[in-house]
């Protein structure tokens, strides 16, 4: 059972336009919610984080929307870059106190910035 | 400052043979886990260790096992490889045993 379903799987975006990933959960006990941006030969590098006791997050041109009635969380990539071009993933994690805390992960969106 | 190194970058197993993995840790960092990510999905939690203590166990066979030295560095190590076994192996650090994970770049492992 995938407690972390990603969507798009793959994205074209232009240069300067807005990428947008989805991702839902199921399991309600998660309340760490980051984005991991991963290119080729590397190893996942943390983007940005949420915790549900707000409804955005902004860092620089990134920004997290999170919907906790709707159990959904999204990826808005404003000014896309061809350097941003890489596989995003985002993942759960109950954090904090709660015990055991692994990450769960989504599958992936290869995002492609075109000129 | 270093951040999580892993060795081997790469190798290539035959089937039933066996393999370690090794992760040092950001320095201070206690916690240590292991991810396998096959190509084209999302990393899976394999192992968490704490202080030298197993702390949290996903869903993998015996075959994979692991432990962290008084360090903090960390051995995975894979018995009887099987061609399902390939895949890239991660480990990350963590300053406690929850949140604010840093990803080493990871051991590419091929079963042949």
């Known amino acids: 059972q995938q407690q972390v379903k990603q969507s798009p799987q793959s994205l074209i975006v232009q240069k300067g336009g807005i990428s947008i990933i989805n991702c839902a959960y199921e399991?309600?006990?998660?309340?760490?919610f980051p984005w991991y941006q991963q290119f080729p030969g590397k190893g996942p590098a943390l983007l940005i984080a949420?915790?549900?006791?707000?409804s955005e997050k902004k860092e620089g041109r990134f920004t997290i929307s999170f919907n906790k009635s709707a159990k959904q969380f999204s990826l808005h990539i404003m000014d896309s870059q061809p350097g941003d071009s890489a596989t995003y993933f985002c993942?759960?994690?109950?954090?904090?106190?709660?015990?055991?805390?692994?990450?769960?992960f989504g599958k992936g969106t290869r995002l492609s910035v075109i000129a | 400052d270093a951040g999580v190194t892993q060795s081997p970058t790469h190798l290539i197993k035959t089937r039933g043979q066996h393999v370690t993995l090794r992760c040092s840790p950001i320095?201070?960092?206690?916690?240590v886990s292991w991810y396998q990510q096959v190509l084209g999905q999302g990393p899976q939690f394999i192992f968490q260790?704490?202080?030298?203590?197993?702390?949290g166990r996903g869903n993998f066979p015996d075959r994979f096992s692991a432990r962290q030295f008084p360090n903090y560095s960390s051995e995975l190590n894979v018995n009887a490889l099987l061609l399902g076994d390939s895949a890239l192996y991660l480990c990350?650090?963590?300053?406690?045993?929850?949140?604010?994970?840093?990803f080493g770049s990871g051991t590419r492992l091929t079963v042949v």
């Open positions: 990350a650090s963590s300053l406690a045993w929850v949140g604010g994970y840093t």
């Open positions: 399991n309600t006990a998660f309340d760490y």
């Open positions: 949420i915790r549900p006791d707000v």
């Open positions: 993942a759960a994690s109950r954090d904090q106190n709660s015990g055991n805390t692994p990450l769960v």
């Open positions: 320095s201070g960092h206690k916690s």
């Open positions: 260790y704490y202080e030298k203590e197993e702390r």
